[in-house]
C-alpha cells in the first residue's frame, strides 16, 4: 500500500447505483485515478490510455493478473489470463466454436431458447426480466454454443452467479468452492472425453496442442473458470441493460418493434451506453508514466471500458443514448489481441432474445425496484415488469 491519496473507490456508485457521473468526473479530473480500495490500484478512463495500453503488453501484462481485485487461484485464467504469443495458442481453442459463421447458424435454436422461457411468462401480469429471462437465456444460450449437456446446465448458471459475486465482494471462500466444484467437473469430464470423444469444448481441449503439448488440467480448469464468467454475466447484463432500458423507454422499444433491423444497432449502443463489465486488469511489469502519473513495475492497473466507452473525445454527445447510434471505436468488448472472443455470441444473442421479448410483450413498464451489481460489473439482477 502507498500514501498516495485515493481519487475514487469502485466500491461507491452514483445514488442511480450506476458509475456514469463518477466516470464523467474522473475522465475530467483525475484521467487515471488511484483508488486504495482493493489493496491499491489504478484506473484508466481514457478511450486513447485504453486502447494504448491493450497495444502494449510488454508493459502492461494480463500474464499475472487480468482481473482487479487480483485472484490468485495458482492456475491461469484462460486465454485472458496470458500473454502472446502463448495467448494466440490458447485462443485458438475457442474461435471454432465461437466463430460468426458457427453463431449465427444457431441463430434458430437461440430463438427456441428465447420462446421456451417466454412461454411460461406469458399469462402472468408481472415478472421479473431479468432473473426469469435474460439471466437463464445467456446461461443456456452459452452452453447451447459450448455444447455443454444439458444436464449441466443449472450448475453452469450457479457457478456463474457465485463467480460474480465472489469478484465484487472479495469474497475468496466462495470463489474456491466454485473452483472446487468446476474441478470435479473437469476430472469427469476428461475422464469420460478421453474415452468418448466428441464434437464438445472438452474433447476439443483434449485435442489441443500449445508448444506441441497437450493442455494440463489446471489449464483446462482456468478455461472453465473463465467461460462460466465471462461468458455468462456479460450477456445476461447486457439483456438486462437491454430490458431495463425498454421498460422505462417504450419509444424505443416501439420503434425497435417496428424497424427490427434496427435491432443490431441497438445492441452496440446498449453495451456501449451502460458498459455491462465496467473494468478488467493488468499489472505494469515496468514503470511507466500516463498523463504525469507514476505507475510503478508490480502495480495492478484496470481498463475501465465503461469509462471509455463515454469518453466524449471519441464519441459526440457520448453520454446520450442514441437508439441508431453508428458505434464505431467501442472498446465495451475489449481492444486488441484480447478483444472479446465471444463478442459474435453475445450480439447474437442480444438481437434474438430482444426481438423474441419485443414481438410478444406489446406493452411492458418497470413495476418495482431494480437490482444492481457494482464493479467489476454494472449488472442488473432485477427488472421487474408489468405488462399490458
Ligand atoms: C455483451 C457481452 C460481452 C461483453 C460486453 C464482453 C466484454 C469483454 C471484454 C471487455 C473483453 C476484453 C478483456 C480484456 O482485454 O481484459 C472480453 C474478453 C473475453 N470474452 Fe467477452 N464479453 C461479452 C460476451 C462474451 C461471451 C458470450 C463469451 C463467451 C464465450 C465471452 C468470452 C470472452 C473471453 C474468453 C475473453 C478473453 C479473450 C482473450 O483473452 O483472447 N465474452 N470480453
Given amino acids: 500500500m502507498t500514501d498516495r491519496t485515493s481519487d475514487w473507490s469502485p466500491l461507491v456508485t452514483d445514488p442511480d447505483g450506476t458509475y456514469a457521473q463518477t466516470f464523467q468526473d474522473m475522465r475530467g479530473r483525475c484521467p487515471v485515478a488511484w483508488s486504495n480500495d482493493f489493496g491499491g490500484f489504478w484506473a484508466l478512463t481514457k478511450h486513447e490510455d485504453v486502447v494504448k495500453a491493450c497495444k502494449n503488453p510488454a508493459v502492461f501484462s494480463s500474464a499475472p493478473q487480468f482481473t482487479v481485485p487480483h485472484l490468485d487461484l495458482g492456475f491461469p485464467w484462460l486465454p485472458l489470463q496470458s500473454d502472446a504469443p502463448a495467448h494466440t495458442?490458447?485462443?485458438?481453442?475457442?474461435?471454432?466454436?465461437?466463430?460468426?459463421?458457427?453463431?449465427?447458424?444457431?441463430?434458430?435454436?437461440?430463438?427456441?431458447?428465447?420462446?421456451?422461457?417466454?412461454?411460461?411468462?406469458?399469462?402472468?401480469?408481472?415478472?421479473?426480466?431479468?432473473?426469469?429471462?435474460?439471466?437463464?437465456?445467456?446461461?443456456?444460450?452459452?452452453?447451447?454454443?459450448?455444447?455443454?449437456?444439458?444436464?449441466?446446465?443449472?450448475?453452469?448458471?450457479?457457478?456463474?452467479?457465485?463467480?460474480?459475486?465472489?469478484?465484487?465482494?472479495?469474497?475468496?471462500?466462495?470463489?474456491?468452492?466454485?473452483?472446487?466444484?468446476?474441478?470435479?467437473?473437469?476430472?469427469?469430464?476428461?475422464?469420460d472425453k478421453s474415452e468418448n470423444p466428441g464434437d464438445d469444448l472438452m474433447s476439443a481441449m483434449l485435442q489441443a496442442r500449445v508448444d506441441g503439448r497437450p493442455l494440463t488440467q489446471p489449464e483446462i480448469h482456468g478455461y472453465y473458470m473463465l467461460l462460466t464468467s465471462a461468458g455468462h454475466d456479460t450477456s445476461s447484463n447486457s439483456l438486462g441493460q437491454a430490458l431495463l432500458h425498454l421498460a422505462t423507454h417504450p419509444e424505443h422499444a416501439a420503434r425497435l418493434r417496428a424497424e427490427p433491423e434496427l435491432i443490431p444497432r441497438a445492441v452496440e449502443e446498449i453495451v456501449r451506453f451502460y458498459g455491462p463489465l465496467i473494468g478488467l486488469g493488468r499489472q505494469a511489469v515496468q514503470d511507466v508514466e500516463i498523463r504525469g502519473r507514476q505507475i510503478k513495475a508490480g502495480e495492478q492497473v484496470a481498463l475501465v471500458w465503461a469509462a471509455a466507452a463515454r469518453d466524449e473525445e471519441q464519441f459526440e454527445d457520448a453520454n446520450s443514448f442514441i437508439l441508431d447510434r453508428p458505434v464505431t471505436r467501442s472498446v465495451s468488448f475489449g481492444f486488441g489481441t484480447h478483444y472479446c472472443v465471444g463478442a459474435d455470441l453475445g450480439r447474437v444473442q442480444l438481437a434474438v432474445a430482444i426481438e423474441e421479448f419485443l414481438t410478444e410483450f406489446g406493452n411492458f413498464e418497470l413495476s418495482g425496484e431494480v437490482g444492481r451489481t457494482i464493479w467489476p460489473t454494472q449488472g442488473i439482477r432485477n427488472v421487474p415488469v408489468r405488462t399490458s
Fill in 89 to 191: 495458442a490458447y485462443r485458438s481453442v475457442l474461435t471454432p466454436f465461437l466463430a460468426k459463421p458457427r453463431i449465427q447458424g444457431m441463430v434458430p435454436q437461440f430463438r427456441e431458447l428465447a420462446r421456451n422461457l417466454i412461454a411460461p411468462l406469458r399469462g402472468k401480469s408481472e415478472f421479473d426480466a431479468s432473473m426469469e429471462f435474460a439471466q437463464p437465456f445467456a446461461g443456456e444460450a452459452l452452453c447451447l454454443a459450448l455444447n455443454v449437456p444439458e444436464d449441466m446446465w443449472a450448475e453452469f448458471r450457479s457457478w456463474t452467479s457465485n463467480i460474480v459475486t465472489a469478484f465484487s465482494t472479495g469474497n475468496l471462500p466462495l470463489i474456491l468452492e466454485v473452483s472446487n466444484a468446476v474441478s470435479e467437473y473437469v476430472t469427469r469430464e476428461i475422464k
